[in-house]
């Protein structure tokens, strides 16, 4: 096992070097670059003052000597210090990434508690009223923008019904509550957001969920298990469901860059300090190392989202486990 | 060929239905400036914020605009997005597949490390950073959309190359003596067509989808050229006065999507070699 998990970071190891590749190569293909940027607005700024600024960023160096120079301060996990506040880019991404991650697992937990039950009922009761109209909710909900539906939402929960607040992670007044009334304020902040990016995901699931289901249902070993005479309960979760669920660990890891990419807009939205809204901030403000410094974060929480899945797979998978001892 | 495919298709009334809307959509699209009751950018400073009337069906935005126009002229954005983003992805995504299932070995690796590491950005990270950079239009975003989701075509394709660089007509072909180039795209390519057929209608909807989410967040369409998208932006900020605004135009990306998605659903089941059996 240890050999096995050994192995997948390995093979990290080249994926995040072609990450941090594509980042440079997108932000560097920029046609003024970070320079213009900074001095467009200002008529006065002279070609002096350009070189020095370029002098300043290494900007005047070969791009290849930029690149090595960036992958060098990258692995010490220096980014840089943002064009906007002149704070240190890692810091700005440690302050915001939590409250992402909350959001995403809170998110990932909600759609498998409602969405494996929904799928494994769907497949066992294929074809009933159920499951069709499970099907209508898949296809509306894959076809449903979320930010148009985080507007409706906002518009019927926090408008018109005014029950739940519409930005922010906490209320003003927040200071003066006790330690339950805080967290009870900071639910109340977290339902709209983290349902929506639930729901995407929850129709997606669904479906995985009900066609492996099905898929499992028709094998030997399923017959075999009502042959000798299982009870109809026994035989779906015990036999039935533990099998069906296996692929859904490895689709649960594929998820993750949709969640994650889903923040920029949520977190927009919803006025949310997370690492989505910097991200976006930092795109209308052209600031360059932020830029720089989420796209590769993100990149390696997906390839870690998708390494925690395999080896959960693997534990889970007795095949796997059985391989590699 | 052909015939089969659409008596198949027919069979599923859903995707007949996306179809038509579809259909319905492209002409609305197409017709605009003849359909549209007023001019999209018709400002009116003494009618701004009404609600739907019979004058304006959809009510009017923040500047006294009629928001039905801007729909119907935003339609134009979505159908070009749609068909222009994926035009791109599925060019790219057959090229690179192609010559990855074809060479196999080290090109194949290469390229396939390059679509790993593509994936592995989150959705909109990339184009939110190519956006930075250049000025977002619906140009740049269509070329935008269709460099950064060629990734799942390429990985049909290979799969499909990979089976049929192995069958005799292509053994056939190379007897003959006929070029690689001719092969992958005389021989092989038009027989692995279909799966990238309705990844390119699932795609489409894809397409629409993020394009009206950079709109909304003001990094699409510009105003004040109209898409659906930037109609939600004045939606959001004067939710708490306008739903119509919010309403109406959500509901267009939604069918619209809705509808692809099940025009792709109908092309896979038609598609399917493995359902054909009872036709013949």
């Known amino acids: 096992m240890t050999a096995y998990i050994l192995r997948r970071l390995l093979m990290m190891v080249p994926l995040i070097f072609g990450i941090t590749l594509i980042t440079f190569i997108v932000i560097h293909l920029a046609p003024g670059g970070p320079v213009e940027v900074e001095t467009e607005m200002s008529l006065k700024a002279t070609a002096q003052a350009r070189d020095n600024l370029k002098r ?41 990434v939590g409250v992402t991650l909350i959001i995403n697992l809170l998110s990932l937990m909600l759609i498998v508690i409602i969405a494996v039950p929904v799928g494994i009922l769907s497949a066992v009761k294929q074809y009933s009223l159920f499951d069709k109209i ?34 922010g992670i906490q209320s003003i007044d927040v200071s003066g509550m006790g330690s ?32 492996s289901v099905l898929e499992v249902i028709r094998q030997d070993y399923i017959r075999t298990a009502r042959a000798k005479g299982l009870k109809e309960t026994e035989v779906i979760f015990r036999h039935a469901v533990r099998n069906a669920l296996l692929p859904i660990v490895t689709i649960l890891g594929l998820s993750v860059p949709g969640l994650i990419g889903g923040a920029v807009i949520f977190e927009t939205i919803f006025a949310i300090p997370g690492m989505g809204r910097l991200f976006y901030s930092s795109t209308m403000s052209r600031d360059y190392p932020t830029i720089m410094g989420i796209l590769v974060i993100g990149a390696i929480l997906t390839l870690l989202g998708n390494l925690i899945a395999d080896i959960s797979y693997a534990f889970v998978d007795p095949r796997i486990r059985v391989q590699q001892k | 060929m052909l015939k089969i495919i659409w008596r198949r298709f027919r069979e599923n009334p859903l995707s007949v239905t996306g179809l038509a809307i579809i259909l319905v959509l492209a002409m609305v699209a197409v017709f605009a400036p003849f359909i549209a009751p007023y ?73 396939m490390r390059f679509v790993d590491i593509m994936l592995a950005f989150p959705t909109f990270f990339l184009i939110l950073a190519v956006i930075a950079i250049v000025e977002p239009s619906l140009p740049t975003i269509m070329a935008i959309i269709g460099v950064t989701s060629w990734m799942d075509v390429a990985r049909l394709v290979r799969a499909e190359f990979l089976s049929l660089k192995e069958r005799d007509f292509v053994s056939s072909a190379r007897a003959i003596g006929a070029s690689d180039f001719r092969i992958i795209f005389k021989h092989i390519i038009p027989n692995a067509l279909s799966p990238v057929f309705v990844s390119a209608t699932f795609g489409i909807a894809g397409a629409i989808l993020i394009e009206s989410g950079l709109s909304f967040l003001g990094l699409g369409v510009q105003p004040p050229e109209p898409s659906w998208g930037n109609i939600l932006t004045s939606g959001k900020d004067n939710i708490t006065v306008a739903w119509w605004l919010s309403l109406f135009p959500g509901l267009a990306i939604l069918v619209t999507v809705l509808s692809y998605n099940l025009v792709g659903e109908g092309l896979r089941d038609a598609l399917d070699p493995r359902l054909w059996q009872h036709e013949k």
């Not at chain 1, 960023?57 to 506040?85: A, C, M, N, T």
């Not at chain 2, 950018?41 to 126009?69: K, M, W």
């Not at chain 2, 729909?71 to 035009?87: D, H, N, Q, Y």
């Open chain 1, 56 to 96: 300043l960023y290494g900007l005047d160096k070969p791009l290849h000597v930029q690149y090595i120079e960036w992958v060098k301060r990258f692995v010490k996990l220096d980014f840089g210090v943002s064009f906007v506040d002149g704070k240190k880019v890692t810091d700005k991404i440690r302050e915001s």
């Open chain 2, 39 to 111: 001019k999209p950018t018709a400002i009116n400073v003494y009618n701004v914020l009404s609600p739907p009337d019979t004058a304006h069906l959809f009510g009017t935005d923040d500047l006294g605009r009629d928001v039905l126009s801007r729909m119907i002229w935003g339609s134009r954005a979505s159908l070009k997005v749609g068909f222009f983003a994926v035009g791109i992805a599925i060019t790219i995504g057959i090229v690179l597949g192609a010559i990855a299932g074809f060479y196999g070995g080290v090109i194949d690796g290469l390229i």
């Open chain 1, 180 to 211: 339950l009334g805080r967290l009870w304020d900071w639910t109340r902040h977290l339902i709209m957001p983290v349902g929506l990016s639930a729901f995407g995901g929850i129709a997606g699931f669904s479906r995985y969920s009900r066609s």
């Open chain 1, 134 to 167: 499970v099907t209508v909710f898949v296809f509306i909900g894959f076809s449903t923008p979320t930010f148009w539906l985080a507007l409706i939402m906002m518009i019927l929960f926090g408008v018109t019904l005014g029950l739940l607040p519409i930005s």
